[in-house]
């Protein structure tokens, strides 16, 4: 069983900067992609990014793509977020996830594990 925790939400203005950490307690192996989902209120969850494992190969949604940067430290079983040139409409819960799977990552069903998610507040 892995357990995700995120930290590093919060509210900001529009341009600036956050960056959200995932911890993984628990076992993880070698080939454990995360990512990070974001939910507006009223819409569905949507893919932001995702850094698969071993190669380290890194995706991101258009909409944050040159904004947002994605990493992960696998001595300290961390994922990150970084979350440049904030805009009101990145406002949302971000949530952390994983799992071992071989089809897309930019689906949330494929992922076995999620944390409890982090509120992002951009205001103009």
């Known amino acids: 069983q892995v357990q995700l925790d995120e930290s590093g939400g919060g509210l900001v203005r529009t341009g600036a900067s956050l960056k959200l950490t995932c911890v993984a307690s628990g076992s993880t192996s070698g080939n454990f992609h995360m990512g990070w989902f974001r939910q507006a209120p009223g819409k569905e969850r949507e893919f932001v990014s995702a850094i698969t494992a071993p190669d380290g190969g890194t995706y991101y949604a258009d909409s944050v793509k040159g904004r947002f940067t994605i990493s992960r430290d696998d001595a300290k079983n961390t994922l990150y977020l970084y979350m440049d040139s904030l805009k009101p409409e990145d406002t949302a819960v971000y949530y952390c996830?994983?799992?071992?799977?071989?089809?897309?990552?930019?689906?949330?069903?494929?992922?076995?594990?999620w944390g409890q998610g982090t509120q992002v507040t951009v205001s103009s």
């Open positions: 996830a994983g799992g071992y799977f071989r089809r897309s990552v930019f689906s949330a069903p494929n992922y076995n594990y």
